[in-house]
Nanobody, 120 residues
Framework: QVQLVESGGGLVQPGGSLRLSCAVS????????MAWYRQAPGEQRELVAA???????NTADSVKGRFTIARDNAKNTVYLQMNSLKPEDTAVYYC??????????????WGQGTQVTVSS
């Protein structure tokens, strides 16, 4: 059974930093794209940043220059470094991974979400 386990959320003051982690576990063949999404109360889930297996990135304009996505393939883990945090970054952050199973099937998986609150 594939699991995505997120960690690193919490309460931080405006201007502060947090690093989110998402580790993939279970029987898999490979991980393709990995991404972070977020959802604020009353809002739709939106893409924050994505990273392909070949290293291409896609970052939302609202976080460009402040957030950085990275992955450690040896650890099957994706990170989101968040700097210069603003109150409008407050949301539940979700990890997403496109995973190929041993039988070649491809599926998207989601983490359980981690709360990030930016407030003084």
């Amino acid at each position: 059974q594939v699991q995505l386990v997120e960690s690193g959320g919490g309460l931080v003051q405006p201007g502060g930093s947090l690093r989110l982690s998402c580790a993939v576990s279970g029987m898999i063949f490979s991980i393709h794209d990995m991404a972070w999404y977020r959802q604020a109360p009353g809002e739709q889930r939106e893409l924050v940043a994505a990273l392909t297996s070949t290293g291409s990135t896609n970052t939302a304009d609202s976080v460009k220059g402040r957030f950085t996505i990275a992955r450690d393939n040896a650890k099957n883990t994706v990170y989101l470094q968040m700097n210069s945090l603003k109150p409008e970054d407050t949301a539940v952050y979700y990890c997403n991974a496109l995973i190929r199973h041993m039988d070649s099937r491809l599926f998207h998986y989601w983490g359980q979400g981690t709360q990030v609150t930016v407030s003084s």
